[in-house]
């Protein structure tokens, strides 16, 4: 599998679409960022509703186009932020190791995704900001047994520190490959322009929406 972004192009035979969930502030944004653009901004802006983020890459020696929807965890984003889920093929739930109620939270955001997305989504825990051992307050284990019960892989990460952030990528990438990839290849070449101009639209929509004061969700 290759990382290496292969430009715009609308002839991709793969299409994948990755959700990020889980409360505010655990560094989804970063996380995000990290693995596009290797940049980390302590001062991120929280996200608004959701944001679309686009990578082409070779999997498998396969063009292929990823799309990565980073969404709001404000209680009040809620209901906007579950249209969303329609259609992902992979969900990575995110929780910040020093922080126990955005933990408390794994399990409701899992079942939030499992009601509004496709049957066969695959999901990955995310412990983030393993870099603040000192103040972690849940530890691996917990995390571990979590992602068991869910059944679903594990992985604590830093944003800051770029630890496990192309990892989380990749092994979710490989999970979606094995469960849709013969599948996804058939899809349509019609069905793929229409989706590419259709995400063209999104991208240069003016974002009217109020600004929030930034904080740091790192």
């Known amino acids: 599998m ?6 715009e192009d609308i002839n991709y035979k793969l299409l994948f679409k990755i959700i990020i969930v889980g409360e505010s502030c655990v560094g989804k944004s970063n996380i995000i960022s990290r693995y596009l653009t290797g940049e980390f901004d302590p001062n991120i802006a929280s996200t608004l509703g ?4 686009n990578k082409y890459l070779k999997i498998k020696d396969i063009s292929t186009k990823l799309q990565i929807w980073d969404t709001a965890g404000q209680e009040r984003y809620h209901a906007i932020v579950s249209s969303y889920f329609k259609g992902a093929h992979g969900c ?5 190791i020093t922080k126990d109620q955005t933990f408390e939270k794994v399990e409701e955001w899992y079942q939030r995704v499992k009601e509004n997305s496709n049957k066969d989504v695959s999901f990955i825990l995310v412990g983030n900001k393993c870099d603040l051992e ?5 530890t691996k284990e917990k ?8 059944n679903c892989p594990f992985f604590e990460t830093s944003a800051l520190s770029e630890v496990n952030i192309k990892e989380i990528f990749n092994a ?4 979606i490959y094995e469960k849709n990839g013969n599948e996804l290849i058939e899809e349509n070449d019609e069905e793929r322009r229409l989706s590419a101009l259709s995400e063209k639209a999104i991208e240069i929509t003016p974002n009217t929406k109020e600004k929030e004061e930034k904080k740091g969700c790192c």
Not at 92 to 96: A, K, L, S, T
Not at 172 to 175: A, G
């Open 172 to 175: 979710m990438l490989e999970n």
């Open 143 to 150: 995390g571990e047994e979590k992602a068991k019960n869910l």
């Open 50 to 53: 959701a944001e679309l983020s």
């Open 134 to 138: 000192n103040d972690r307050t849940i």
């Open 2 to 7: 290759s990382n290496n972004d292969e430009g």
């Open 92 to 96: 990575f739930i995110v929780y910040d």
